[in-house]
């Protein structure tokens, strides 16, 4: 028997525990100390006849209309444009924490109706506005498309990346600060972003270790607690020693993730396995057929006939049987599955079938 390659990608965790030791800013973040979406609607104009089609979006007609009005220009009632070169798009930008007015973002233009492309435009001055319906920023300049396309005569054509997608880097000027309570003299909580109990006290303790008992206290497997300055310029120094701190998070605990789309298996490292015996077999069932002809001797009363003639062979791989000892590690399941050899779909079933059975020691989830 000759053993299978696995062709799977199985990427196995092995970090030894309270080795590697993170900063507080890589693990957490600070309670209200976040960036917010932006959304704004707009025309992009100047593209070379690849806009929308009025026939078919008359909010652009309308959009366009009712900027022309601003400027004083009424147009004749009943008038049908044909504007090719306009496009309705929607704007989305996303304003960091502690943003003041003049800053820049980046913002991304998206087309909302059936323009082609975008390559070429540009962007007239649009309103960005937050989930309270304020305006925060204004957004204006021309579009950068990483995408393009070509048609023929005869119908033919070719589309490469999005062409109905852009960006304008620093095509946003902010005009107006979003309030935060970092200033106000409260305590300051660090939020983790992966809840753990253990990460959580180790933060604590961490900070009490460095400046005193009781300036940290763990709220939950997510929170912390942290007494700080009331002068806003002392709670920066202080959080700048504070998101510096290295702590050990707590070990992960024990996971199997399987993609069931890439064949992606990920198992981590404090997986086990209770004593258990597994089988991998493999039954091919093959079935020919094949038509023979019967013709009677020369000058008889016979009739030629034609008769079918199957075979059916069966292979089964005869693949061992292996066994898990008590307290399996990781080690001791990547080396028995490759010495009996399998295939993407056999190693899901081989371990969908251990945790059903009780035998594997970890949460299993298929993405």
Sequence with gaps: MTVKKIIAVIVFVLLAPGVFAERIKDIAEVAGVRPNQLIGYGLVVGLDGTGDQTTQSPFTTQSFNNMLKQFGITLPEGTRMQMKNVAAVMIQAELPAFAKPGQKLDVTVNSVSNA??????????????GIDGNTYAVAQGSLVVGGFGAQGSDGSSITVNIPSVGRIPGGAFVERVVPNNFANGQ???FNLHHPDFTTSNRVAKAINDMLGPEVAMPMDAVSVRVTAPVNPAHRVDFLALLENIEVQPGDEPARVVINSRTGTIVVGEHVRVSPVAITHGSLTVSISEDYDVSQPNPFGR???????????????ELNPMFKFSPGAT??????????????????MAILEALKQSGALKADLMVI
């Design 302 to 316: 016979g009739e030629t006939v034609v008769t079918p003639n199957s075979e059916v062979d069966i292979e089964e």
């Design 116 to 129: 082609k492309s975008l390559r070429g435009g540009s962007l007239l001055m649009s309103e960005l506005k």
């Design 187 to 189: 305590p300051i909580v």
């Design 330 to 347: 990781l080690e001791d399941i990547v080396r028995s599955i490759n010495d009996v050899g399998a295939s993407p779909a056999d190693l």
